[in-house]
């Protein structure tokens, strides 16, 4: 259709394109910018790096064959397709002209400049190294459909490779993981990993034993899920050490290559290696590069993660018209969660379609918070109410299923839940896929010697 007909984008005296509201992004938070402008009937575009909009909250269970990619990440365009107001563009914004009401962004290798009367940027947040970018290289990390199916396809080299070596201390490797970071991503991943052994790999071949597989969380502070606190977060160690999983606290990596990490305690400052062919990275977050971007252009300040310090109604710096929310900002301590994105999403688009008046601030209506563990292992609070253990993860589970998107995803991530935690399956270890590894690495045994031994 074209876009101009369909009223949602027009070309100016400059001949630029023009419209009313540019959303930049396509997750929780300019999703539901995108629903509540497109019931008013505003024009917008929707531009987005990524096709999809991602249920990050489900990645862990992609990364270890419970879901498939498509379950808990449909395309946004499908999602937004009926509404005749809606233009999504896959692009990636690159400039932002806040005295001029455009933004640039790039599509195919060309640049193309757009116009917008409001601009509600939620471009969210990836992983941050604290100083060691070199990390990256050689750690797994979870925050995309890529970043989910690369620890995927290692996890089964893993076990797939441990099956048929001969040699004792590659295997004792291949079957080690560490994770760092006890927040909620680490603690689901390491839960997974451990039941994943016990629950699958253990069953699927007949060498391998659920009690050599190892599974180290790391974690800097001196609690799991620290954000919980408190029994919760007791009660998140003991049921991960029930599981098998090693909790290292007050401990921090200082080191990590392709065959494990080194940590130095806190307290005593001994170090230790750990030898682990996989090393997951969930230990902490940086807002996406283009809040650095839209900072500059407003001359808003943010802070060390790089998320903007944007004003109490969601505007950045001294522009009424220019609304950013989600991760990528920082505002009042509000957690980097989704409830968080959504309802500053809501808030952004009522704001200029006129719903709210503009300066309102932006309230945080918080419904609780809730992280799982393993199977039936979940710990929940709403208000001042705590939930833990079974009630924690049906309560987890209706609330993902509530807000997956889509009817289909639903049904498919229920029945797939029922074949995976009451059954033994993993529908997503398939061995069609092409297992892989992050880098070429000479295997543990033509090291060093003094590397090669377990902590
Ligand atoms: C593994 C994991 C588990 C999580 N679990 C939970 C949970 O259980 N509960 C909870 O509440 N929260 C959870 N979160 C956090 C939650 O997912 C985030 O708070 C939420 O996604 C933030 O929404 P957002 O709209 O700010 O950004 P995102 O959802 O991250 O979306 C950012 C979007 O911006 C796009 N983008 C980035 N840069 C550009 C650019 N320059 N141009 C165009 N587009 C761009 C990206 O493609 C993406 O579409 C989890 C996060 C992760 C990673």
Redesign the pocket.
């Known amino acids: 259709m074209d876009r101009t007909a369909a009223g949602r984008a027009d070309i100016d005296a400059t001949g630029h394109e023009k419209t009313q509201v540019v959303i ?7 999703l539901a910018a995108a629903k509540t402008l497109a019931k008013s009937k505003t024009p917008f575009v929707l ?4 096709t999809e909009h ?1 249920f ?2 489900l ?2 269970q992609v990364a270890t064959g419970v879901l498939s990619a498509g379950e808990v990440a449909p395309p946004i365009r499908t999602i937004l397709q009926k509404y005749p107001n809606a233009d999504v563009r896959l ?4 400039e932002v002209n806040a005295e001029e009401n455009t933004v640039v ?1 790039e599509a195919s290798g060309t640049r193309h400049t757009l116009g917008y009367r409001s601009l509600i940027a ?4 990836t992983q941050a190294y604290f100083g060691h970018d070199e990390f990256e290289k050689v750690t797994y990390k ?2 995309t459909v890529e970043d989910a199916e690369v620890l995927r396809k290692q996890i089964l080299r893993c076990f797939e490779e441990a099956h048929t070596t001969n040699d004792a201390l590659v295997r004792r490797n291949l079957l080690s993981f560490v994770v760092v970071g006890a927040g ?2 680490g603690v689901e991943l390491a839960g997974q990993i451990k039941e994943l052994a016990r629950r699958y790999f253990a069953k699927a071949i007949n060498n391998i034993s659920a009690d050599e597989v190892t599974v180290t969380m790391v974690e800097g502070a001196g609690v799991a899920l620290p954000a919980f606190g408190g029994k919760l977060s007791e009660y998140t160690q003991a049921s991960l050490e029930k599981s098998g999983v090693e909790v290292v606290l007050n401990t921090m990596v200082t080191a990590i290559d392709e065959h494990g990490v080194t940590v130095s305690s806190a307290k005593t400052k001994e170090e230790k290696r750990i030898d682990a062919e996989t090393v997951i990275w969930s230990a902490g977050v940086r807002a ?3 809040a650095a971007v839209l900072g500059e252009a407003t001359g808003c300040e943010s802070d060390r993660a790089g998320r903007l310090l944007i004003n109490p109604d969601l505007t950045v710096g001294g522009f009424a018209n220019v609304f950013a ?4 900002t920082s505002l009042n301590g509000l957690p ?6 959504m309802q500053g999403g809501r808030h952004a688009a009522k704001t200029v379609n006129g719903k709210v008046k503009a300066g309102t601030p932006f309230k945080y209506f918080d419904k609780g918070s ?2 799982i563990i393993s199977r039936f292992s979940a710990v929940c609070r709403v208000r001042k109410v705590e939930f833990k253990g079974t009630i924690a993860w049906f309560m987890w589970l209706a609330v993902h299923v509530m807000y997956l998107v889509g009817f289909r995803n639903r049904y498919v991530a229920v029945m797939s839940w029922f074949g995976s935690f009451i059954g033994h399956r993993r529908p997503h270890f398939h061995y069609a896929q092409e297992p892989m590894k992050i880098e070429a690495a000479p295997p543990v045994t033509e090291r060093e010697p003094e590397l090669a031994h377990s902590a």
């Open positions: 930049v992004g396509s997750g929780f938070g300019a531009i987005s790096a990524t991602l990050q909250p990645l862990y692009g990636r914004v690159v962004y939620a471009t969210g947040a979870l925050k909620a991503t996406n590069d283009f929310i989600g991760d990528m980097g969660q989704s409830p968080v994105a809730m992280s």
